[in-house]
């Protein structure tokens, strides 16, 4: 089973500035990584696929970069509707596994 | 637009059985592999288990292999899991979610509202 950890547990940002997600996998995935966000009492919402590219509909400040096992989730400048927990998830293999999430709070 | 609507959810004893739905609609159901996903209270994103659009092959988290059993009709639209077995470790709010990979194996890009579980005597 691939494990997947995110860093940092919770990030603390203000409104305006940029925010940097980390997700690391104990092996290899290639690209085949996603990216979830989720508010309380919500479903969790796709953001990012295939490690880079935006889910229909998600707001161009969301971007995903990596490959293998390190991978990055960069919200250029937040926004109050950006403020949640987020998940990346590996689907390279099965099972698929998610990490633990990084919530992203106002600073 | 596509819609996922879970049923079934609610209060088990230890060691009971639970059927959960999931209708599907806004989609060709029948192209598409569906995952249950859960979330225990307060807690992060558990994968569950997947079923191919032709109901060719199942996987299954370690944590529910041998208890739990997914399946689905195509001719109903609708995305099953038979939970026998039940311990208070499943009491999690269930997802049913859409493969994004039409005839293949993906990632979730369709998430239902979830219905809850509660094991507990």
């Known amino acids: 089973e691939k494990v997947m950890t995110q860093s940092p547990a919770t990030l603390s940002v203000s409104p305006g500035e940029r925010a940097t997600l980390s997700c690391r996998a104990s092996q290899g995935v290639s690209s085949n990584l996603a990216w979830y966000q989720q508010k309380p009492g919500q479903a969790p919402r796709l953001l990012i696929y295939?490690?880079?590219a935006r889910a229909t509909g998600i707001p161009a400040r969301f971007s995903g970069s990596g490959s293998g096992t390190e991978f990055t989730l960069t919200i250029s400048s937040l926004q109050s509707e950006d403020f949640a927990v987020y998940y990346c998830q590996q689907y390279n293999n099965w099972p698929r596994t998610f990490g633990q999430g990084t919530r992203v709070e106002i600073k | 637009q596509v819609q996922l609507v879970e049923s079934g959810g609610g209060v088990v004893q230890p060691g009971g059985s639970l059927r959960l739905s999931c209708a599907a609609s806004g989609f060709s159901f029948s192209n598409y592999g569906m995952h249950w996903v859960r979330q225990a209270p307060g807690k992060g994103l558990e994968w569950v288990a997947f079923i191919r659009y032709d109901e060719s092959d199942e996987y299954y988290a370690e944590s529910v292999k041998g208890r739990f059993t997914i399946s689905r009709d195509n001719s109903k639209n609708t995305l099953y899991i038979q939970m026998n077995s039940l311990r208070a470790e499943d009491t999690a709010v269930y997802y049913c979610?859409?493969?994004?990979?039409?005839?293949?194996?993906?990632?979730?890009?369709?998430w239902g509202k979830g219905t809850t579980v509660t094991v507990s005597s």
């Open positions: 295939d490690a880079s």
């Open positions: 979610a859409k493969d994004r990979g039409q005839w293949l194996d993906y990632n979730m890009d369709v």
